[in-house]
């Protein structure tokens, strides 16, 4: 069974930094790409982040670029998503996804990130 | 970026009802569109890629289709586990972006 299991998220204030988790199981993670995707409570997706199978070619949305960074270890199917210099706007439901080629159809449950003083 | 604009935002609708969401891109996107489901406190989950191809497990009466840069999702009758928020998003490019959701409510 494929599971995505996030852990990570928390209370945080502005400015300060996070590291989120995403613990993949149940196929070979080595062969997707991965993303993290966020969504403010009670509002829509926005996509956050990507990583290749290898490790490279990465990508963020231009609100997280310069402050965020993607990784993965693909020896403890792991992704992560380093969060610095956090902002109020930063607060929302993070998600790990998997790429299939076709959109996203395996997602975790989420973590919540809130950045508040 | 592509700008994908769905509407209604909301739908209040009948278990038994034909349901149309749209999604319009700003640009071509061939048909690198899918539909996902989202239940209050749950992930979304896939229904339909390439704008119109079941995901495996999703219910016959999920159709997807494409005119141009207009995607319809159609629910052909609704059933009590339909009522939720449903999103569109395009994988053509970077960023990935979504519609902004359309919530079916129960009439």
């Known amino acids: 069974e494929v599971q995505l299991v996030e852990s990570g998220g928390g209370l945080v204030q502005p400015g300060g930094s996070l590291r989120l988790s995403c613990a993949a199981s149940g196929f070979i993670f080595s062969n997707y790409w991965m993303h993290w995707v966020r969504q403010v409570p009670g509002k829509g997706l926005v996509w956050v982040s990507r990583?290749?199978?290898?490790?490279?070619?990465?990508d963020y949305a231009a609100s997280v670029k310069g402050r965020f960074t993607i990784s993965r270890d693909n020896a403890k199917n792991m992704l992560y998503l380093q969060m610095n210099s956090l902002r109020v706007e930063d607060t929302a439901v993070y998600y790990c996804?998997?790429?299939w080629g076709n959109g996203y159809n395996f997602w975790g449950q989420g973590t919540l990130v809130t950045v508040s003083s | 970026d592509i700008q994908m604009t769905q509407s209604p935002s909301t739908l209040s609708a009948s278990v038994g009802d034909r349901v149309t969401i749209t999604c319009r891109a700003s640009q071509s996107i061939d048909s690198w569109l899918a539909w996902y489901q989202q239940k209050p406190g749950k992930a979304p989950n896939l229904l339909i890629y390439t704008a119109s191809i079941l995901e495996s497990g999703v219910p016959s009466r999920f159709s997807g289709s494409r005119s141009g840069t207009d995607f319809t999702l159609t629910i052909s009758s609704l059933q009590p586990d339909d009522f939720a928020t449903y999103y569109c998003?395009?994988?053509?490019?970077?960023?990935?972006?979504f519609g902004q959701g359309t919530k079916v409510e129960i009439k």
């Open positions: 998003q395009q994988y053509k490019s970077y960023p990935r972006t």
């Open positions: 990583i290749r199978t290898d490790g490279t070619n990465i």
């Open positions: 996804v998997r790429d």
